[in-house]
């Protein structure tokens, strides 16, 4: 049973629609002003709240803010009389799902309520649906539903138990460390260490010591033997992000471990075999540092046998609102906020982006967001300048170098559709004469670049 809860200080009021929503299937509770409201919201727990706006000591403004700000997931629905429609449409503003005006019909109520309950079903569905896509689509924390990174995920399934070394690239942001995890979770090493280092942040003469390890004595501070990275990694995966910035007398030693399968520490005299599978990332063209001489071609072709390149989120569109709704959710529970989604607008310019920093750059513009939206539904105000202001797709697909007309082609396509759509205010008929196609090519089209409208 569906509970509700009339707050307002006219006592008749109260009384009415107490009996009235009772005989409608309600289990229905009372009170006077929004003090009293408060205090039995906790134990009551109403699923909808219908509150005057103008009473005593707690009107329903103040009631409306105090419960969205305590989180409470209630839907209220505001009544005011003539001279308040312009408080009950604040109210609104601020969070109310509708409003009635006083004097009204019983049935005026119910119907608002009903509408309500149909809101709020469609959301549970929608929350539902969300979930199942999320759940479809999460491979070893790495959300996507592309072709392209399908593509990327099978390719793990097919190698991670194999020992074969494996060469990851993109660029950076797009995930690569979450690709060497999935190989190992996927893999029989999974119970075994997993072992991430960056080849670039950590100074020349201390890389060697943290790969290789080093006895007493080696060296100024050496005052303990210490394993190294490899030795730390025995039976499981070390990940060497940046392989790119290794510098070359390291080079040397990492090729003879990946031929020997031994390591040396720095001032033994004996080596120590390892078990280890190795998975390297680099946002660098491998093959150019060769040829400038600043990586070993004999290094590269070793760690290259499996080259899993990671496509730029630009290049797979169809995965940014999966993103968006996965940061929005999780952002909610790690930071406690109550975004409910974002506008059109909001979305389609997260859409058309361009995303240089790729999936890091995306939760970022989210959480920022987050934190900085004065409401529940995140709009174009709440998205940085630099993201608002590269809103040109087509310029922005012209002007990175891609040379492939399918790829363009479907940009301009969904511009083109987007505009239509703004234009004739969502109507779809309208839109598709403009367009000049058919209105179910139309819809097809719509579903297929997820256009919301």
């Known amino acids: 049973m569906r509970r509700v809860m009339v707050v307002d200080d006219e006592e008749n009021i109260r009384l009415v629609l107490k009996t009235f929503l009772r005989r409608q299937g309600y289990e229905v509770e009372v009170a006077g002003n929004g003090e009293e409201a408060l205090e039995m919201v906790e134990t009551f727990g109403p699923d909808f709240i219908i509150t005057d706006v103008r009473m005593p000591k707690l009107g329903g403004l103040d009631l409306l803010g105090t419960l969205k700000a305590k989180g409470d997931e209630a839907t209220v629905i505001v009544m005011s009389a003539y001279g308040n429609v312009d408080l009950a449409l604040e109210a609104m503003q601020a969070g109310a799902y509708d409003y009635v005006q006083k004097p009204f019909k019983n049935e005026e109520v119910l119907l608002t309520l009903r509408k309500a309950e149909e809101r709020e079903r469609l959301k549970r569905e929608n929350r ?39 060469l990851i690239t993109g660029e950076s942001g797009v995930g690569k460390e979450l690709v060497a995890r999935a190989l190992h979770h996927r893999s029989d090493r999974k119970d075994k260490p997993f072992v991430a280092v960056n080849c670039g942040a950590i100074p020349e003469n201390l890389l060697e010591s943290e790969l290789f390890g080093h006895k007493r004595g080696a060296f100024t501070d050496a005052n303990a033997d210490r394993a190294g990275l490899f030795e730390q990694a025995d039976g499981g995966t070390l990940f060497l992000d940046e392989i790119g910035e290794l510098p070359l007398p390291l080079q040397v030693k990492l090729l003879r471990v990946l031929q020997e399968e031994t390591v040396r520490r720095i001032g033994d005299v004996k080596d120590t075999e390892v078990d280890v599978r190795i998975t390297a990332a680099t946002h660098r063209d491998l093959s150019a540092e060769v040829e400038a001489g600043r990586f070993r071609e004999d290094l590269f072709y070793r760690i290259n046998v499996m080259h899993i390149p990671v496509p730029p989120l630009r290049e ?49 513009t989210i959480e920022r967001a987050m934190v900085l939206a004065e409401s529940e539904t995140l709009t174009e105000a709440d998205l940085p300048e630099r993201i608002r202001e590269a809103r040109d797709p087509i310029r922005l697909q012209l002007e990175s170098g891609e040379l492939s007309i399918k790829k363009t082609a479907r940009i301009i396509e969904e511009v083109l559709i987007r505009r239509a759509l703004t234009q004739t205010k969502g109507n779809r008929t309208r839109a598709s004469q403009l367009l000049e196609i058919s209105h179910r090519a139309l819809l097809y089209k719509i579903k297929d670049y997820e256009i919301d409208l």
Request: hydrophobic share 40%; glycine share 6%; aromatic share 6%.
């Open 316 to 364: 797979r569109r169809e995965d940014i609102g999966l993103l968006i709704d996965h940061f929005i959710e999780r952002n909610n529970n790690r930071l406690g906020t109550s975004i409910r989604g974002l506008t059109p607008e909001a979305r389609r310019i997260l859409m058309s982006y361009a995303w240089p920093g790729n999936v890091r750059e995306l939760e970022n």
């Open 128 to 166: 539902a649906l969300r979930q199942e896509v999320l759940k479809e689509s999460n491979f070893e924390n790495m959300l996507a539903k592309s072709g392209a990174m399908q593509k990327v995920f099978r390719t793990i399934d097919k190698v991670a138990d194999f020992k074969t070394t494996a």
